[in-house]
């Protein structure tokens, strides 16, 4: 695990108030300009305080797997928290959100086929010990996001009660997600965090409704979503992207006991697929860490655990832009 320059002057890992500091550095939140070095400091400490969550990350996951056991209808997911979203979220507009207390910079996602699924697996995690933070099934966000998310918490590298957020998703509730941070990437927006033009935020608020309730008023609210479509011509716009991303793939098998560090070119729409082992992690969480650079255009990174390919394009389709039980669900509504 790569060092700050605070560590090595120091002899010791950065304090929660150092990281508090780091975080509103890269937030904005000091008066004037940011000096080159401590923005290189700030984003060492971030790098490194997201490394940190790797263990508390496995925890998670090894309780994870005790309660799912071997159901087959499950998918079990995990990684870090981009830097271009951490600085996102710590930049949020009405959202004062402290680094060093940070919910999701290490986080699992749980994929199971139904809601009652959603519910059944949140109470037994939660009898695990894990508490329920959300429960966006029974009042859905504003932008339409369903799940339920629970936070776990560890003690590691000295440091107590780091959070790891566990996300628990029906297979129609992901599609949707999915979908709209596939829309996000093409059109360069930012709709999962509830910005973006009030006809688009509006166009995924009625999907989500349509694609999780039976409404006694789903012909206007389809017609409606017709409407918006035929004047932003969202439909087409995700279909040219669907399916269109050429990977290159590492010779080494994917398991959950690895990394997976991928790198997206959006430009020239190609995937390039590393995997790690359990032992190579540190050399991942640095790697990942040190291509990435706040303001890039054109390269998304992601370091994800899953137990196969299969299971890590069905996790997180935007990256591979295979949203195709998303756009059966879209072309339904629209016909």
Not at 96 to 121: E, F, N, T, Y
Not at 275 to 298: I, N, R
């Amino acid at each position: 695990m790569r060092k700050s320059r605070t560590q090595v002057n120091e002899g010791k890992a950065p304090s929660k108030k150092q990281i508090r500091r780091a975080g509103d550095l890269l937030a904005g939140r000091k008066a004037g300009a940011m000096a080159p070095a401590d923005k290189t400091e700030a984003l060492a400490i971030l790098g490194y305080w997201r490394a940190v969550h790797m263990a508390p990350l496995h925890k998670t996951l090894d309780l994870l797997e005790s309660v799912c056991g071997r159901d087959e209808s499950t998918i079990l997911v995990s990684r870090l928290k981009r830097l271009e979203s951490i600085i996102d979220k710590l930049r949020r507009s009405g959202h004062r959100s402290d680094l060093s207390q940070m919910q999701d910079l290490a986080g699992c996602r749980l994929i199971v086929p139904h809601d009652d699924d959603v519910r059944r697996m949140a109470n037994e995690i939660g009898a695990a010990g894990v508490s329920i933070r959300k429960d966006y099934l029974t009042v859905p966000q504003d932008s339409g996001y369903r799940g339920m998310h629970l936070i776990c918490r560890h003690d590691a590298a000295g440091y107590q009660g780091l959070r790891v957020e566990i996300q628990i998703r029906s297979r129609l509730q992901h599609a949707w997600a999915t979908g709209v941070e596939t829309y996000d990437l093409i059109a360069r927006g930012n709709l999962k965090a509830g910005e973006g033009k009030a006809e688009e935020r509006r166009y995924f608020q009625i999907l989500s409704a349509l694609m999780n309730s039976g409404l006694e008023d789903e012909r206007t609210l389809r017609e409606e979503l017709q409407a918006i479509d035929r004047q932003l011509n969202i439909y087409h716009r995700l279909r040219a992207a669907e399916n269109s991303m050429f990977i290159q793939d590492s010779d080494k098998q994917i398991c959950r006991a690895g990394s997976c560090l991928l790198t997206v070119n959006t430009e020239e729409q190609t995937i390039n697929l590393e995997v790690y082992s359990a032992q190579e992690e540190a050399a991942a969480a640095d790697k990942y860490t040190e291509l990435e650079s706040p303001g890039q255009v054109g390269r998304i990174y992601l370091l994800a655990r899953a137990a196969s390919r299969e299971h890590l394009e069905i996790a997180f389709p935007n990256y591979f832009s295979g949203i195709r039980e998303f756009m059966a669900q879209l072309k339904g509504l629209l016909q």
